[in-house]
């Protein structure tokens, strides 16, 4: 495995922004923090950065969020590096212990005492200087709020070799800020703390005249990617393997039953953990009862086979669910970016193939991985 290295840079207190905030006789009670920094990784033209920032309303009157600026903390301009407003940020924002308000302004209103998430991407052209840090400026009705400086290196980023091999691969669910994906939209409390191990994870579907599957849709086998295999990413180490699970029947919504409860053992299905070295893990879910070949402790190169693609645990159809975190236990880490060394790829709305190096895949990009034709 290669890695791209890149410069953890701890969060500093800056200087205010000139323009920053009218002057207040007391500071507004909100605290902005994120929990966990993000590394930019490059996709196309852009490189990205996924992150969450979280509010938290000390204060005993509800607060209306206006505005939302992520700037440079190293510049002395204003200029933001993003700016998101109201019909943005009801898309971005998600209160804690309450359904989401019918009316967009009620989902912008941070009630006293209440906690939220917003859920950040920002995109910067590669050709552009990418700020080392950022700060974070929130704007209520009449007052404005700096803070939230974070690094934009927190790790390195590995470079891997594909988890599938073959033509038509579409990246479902993955890496984009759309409120529907439920990877990115997948924060958990475990263990008494907030995390988001799927930050970064792909469902891999494999499809063919945008289907992704031909005949019986209740069939497994009837899945382009049904029984397909899975392979190594990495030289690295097995150190979790879980077989024998039943496939589920494919359906969707209320169509959907599974052949054992889901609960956080039995979610992901038949599993493995590879241990990819410098405390990155790549986890694989929802495998074929009975394909995997490897044991814990087992050593593996890039490229081997190791199971093959199935429908068990919290699987609606077969795909294989891909992620790369900070912990060898299921769920218990966090989502972390990676690069893979070499594809082809198309975006959903079109249809020539565009050579990718080291690049991480976006939601519905159908890739295309080894020399194998699209057709």
């Known amino acids: 495995m290669a890695l791209v290295a890149l410069d953890s840079l701890p969060a500093q207190t800056s200087q205010p922004h000139q323009e920053a905030a009218e002057p207040s006789l007391w500071p507004v009670p909100l605290e902005m923090r994120v929990p966990f920094a993000p590394t930019a990784f490059p996709s196309g033209a852009h490189s990205y950065l996924l992150y969450e920032l979280y509010l938290t309303n000390f204060g005993p009157v509800p607060l209306p969020v206006r ?26 924002l998600q209160l804690s212990g309450v359904p989401t308000p019918a009316a967009p ?29 950022l700060v974070h400026r929130l704007r209520t009705e009449d007052v404005a709020v700096e803070g939230a400086i974070i690094g934009t290196r927190h790790t390195v980023l590995p470079v891997l070799g594909p988890p599938v091999d073959g033509a038509g691969w579409l990246a479902a ?14 924060v958990l409390l475990l263990g008494g703390q907030a995390v988001d191990s799927r930050r970064y994870a792909i469902d891999w579907k494999q499809v063919r005249d945008g289907a992704s599957f031909a005949g019986d849709a209740r069939d497994v086998r009837a899945y382009q990617c049904y029984g397909k295999d899975v392979l190594a990413v990495a ?14 029947i494919p359906g969707h919504g209320v169509s959907f039953h599974p052949a054992v409860p ?4 039995t979610v992901a299905g038949n599993s493995l953990v590879l241990d990819l070295g410098g405390g990155h893990f790549a986890h694989y879910m929802h495998l074929q009862p009975g394909s995997v070949r490897v044991k814990a402790g087992d050593r593996v190169r890039r490229g081997q086979p190791l199971a ?16 790369v975190t900070t912990s060898a236990t299921l769920l218990r880490g966090e ?16 249809e020539s193939l565009e050579p990718r190096r080291q690049e991480l ?6 890739v295309v991985f080894g020399k194998e034709s699209p057709n």
């Open 335 to 350: 989502g972390v970016p990676y690069l893979i060394d070499r594809y082809r790829c198309q975006m959903a709305s079109e």
């Open 308 to 323: 093959r693609i199935g429908n068990s645990g919290d699987a609606r159809e077969p795909h294989l669910h891909f992620e």
């Open 262 to 265: 889901i609960t956080l053992q």
């Open 235 to 248: 030289n690295g180490r097995v150190v979790a393997a879980r077989d024998g699970l039943p496939d589920n």
């Open 173 to 186: 669910d993955g890496p984009s800020n759309d409120p529907d994906n439920h990877h990115r939209r997948g």
């Open 67 to 92: 505005r939302l600026e992520v700037l440079d903390a190293n510049a002395e301009s204003t200029q933001p590096l993003a700016t998101f407003l109201p019909a943005q940020l009801t898309t971005m």
């Open 361 to 366: 895949p976006l939601q519905d990009y159908i």
């Open 105 to 133: 302004a009620d989902r912008l209103l941070l009630g006293a005492g209440q906690t939220a998430i917003v859920f950040i991407s920002v995109a910067v052209d590669r050709q552009a200087r990418l700020p080392t840090r």
